[in-house]
């Protein structure tokens, strides 16, 4: 099995309420100060505060429609007039533009019965002394809607940013998502659910135990179901998905290659499974397959799709049509 490492961590947060301010902003003398990287907008409600290892934390709500406009200038004005910039990618994985450069994200949570829709705006800023301050907006409905917003925030200093694993689990900090969930790109939900009804994304919550162990000590918190790969070599957003419709070994996999273009996405299937067998992408290379009868010499980045402690299988797209060889059996 190709082996492929990527360090993942930890943060945990429990949300803890500020308060002894008084209107006019002086408190209890023994009130915390917060960093201004850290913007309240007005209109704010169920201002939350948390600190812990180096981190500083902070969510609240706040009335606005989408796509919450006035809050996201609010934001960036703030940020702007302190000396901070915006990432257009993200910090710790850096092949991620932020929503500086794609916008609203939507996703669906299946975590609640029935699904919700979860909108989501991520981003990140840093100063000239190399601190970084991150944003979460969300709306997700039902039960709510899309003029509640749901506003999570955290700063850390350079030096501790810097001490920080790429891909830090960012889904515990004051509730907000991973910045790497199984989230669709825009506009690639709607194509599945046409051409592929009824199926989800696998996610992590969808391994057993011993399978969750693996793959999360080789690629962290990262989506099992997708990830973003220049399969064919032009630069244009390529996905790899791993799309499931039941459960356990009883359930069916397919392996779906998703490619946009001009007028929307083009989709490839290029495997169906059972259980829940993951995805990722390893760089070109030569590749040869368990049983030493053929190579792959790939030009351009491959997919591994992974049953564990079973099988797993490298696809490679030749310019022509895509080539797969057995990795193990």
């Known amino acids: 099995m190709v082996a492929h490492s990527v360090i993942s961590r930890f943060i945990r947060a429990s949300a803890v309420l500020f308060c002894g301010l008084t209107a006019s902003g002086q408190g209890h003398q023994d009130a915390p100060r917060h960093t201004d990287a850290l913007v309240v907008c007005q209109g704010a409600t169920e201002t939350r505060w948390t600190t812990l290892e180096g981190t500083e934390q902070l969510s609240y709500q706040i009335e606005a429609e989408y796509p919450a406009s006035s809050v996201v200038s609010c934001i960036s004005k703030k940020l702007s007039e302190t000396g901070w910039r915006p990432l257009q990618k993200d910090y710790w994985n850096p092949g991620l533009p932020s929503s500086h450069v794609r916008g609203w994200t939507q996703f669906a949570d299946a975590t609640v019965q029935p699904s919700a829709t979860v909108d989501q705006w991520a981003g990140q800023w840093e100063n000239k002394a190399g601190d970084i301050v991150w944003y979460f ?11 509640t917003l749901a506003v999570n925030a955290g700063f850390v200093s350079a030096n501790v940013a810097k001490k920080m694993p790429k891909t830090p689990n960012l889904q515990e900090v004051v509730g907000a998502p991973s910045i790497d969930s199984c989230t669709f790109p825009p506009g690639l939900r709607d194509e599945i659910s046409k051409k592929y009804p009824g199926t989800g994304l696998l996610s992590l919550r969808d391994l057993d135990e011993y399978d969750l162990k693996l793959f999360q000590k080789d690629h962290g918190n990262r989506c099992p179901g997708l990830v973003r790969v220049d399969f064919y070599g032009d630069g244009k957003p390529t996905w790899a998905l791993v799309l499931i419709a039941g459960e356990g070994s009883k359930g069916k996999a397919e392996l779906v290659v998703a ?13 169906t499974a059972d259980g829940e067998p993951v995805v990722w992408r390893e760089g070109p290379g030569e590749y040869s397959d368990v049983y030493g009868q053929k190579t792959i010499r790939a030009t351009r980045p491959v997919i591994v799709l992974c049953g564990y402690e079973s099988w797993a299988i490298l696809y490679a797209w030749t310019g022509k049509e895509v080539e797969k060889i057995w990795l193990s059996d």
């Open 259 to 271: 490619h946009q273009v001009a007028d929307g996405w083009e989709t490839r299937s290029l495997e």
């Open 137 to 147: 907006l969300r709306y997700k409905y039902p039960p709510g809607d899309r003029h």
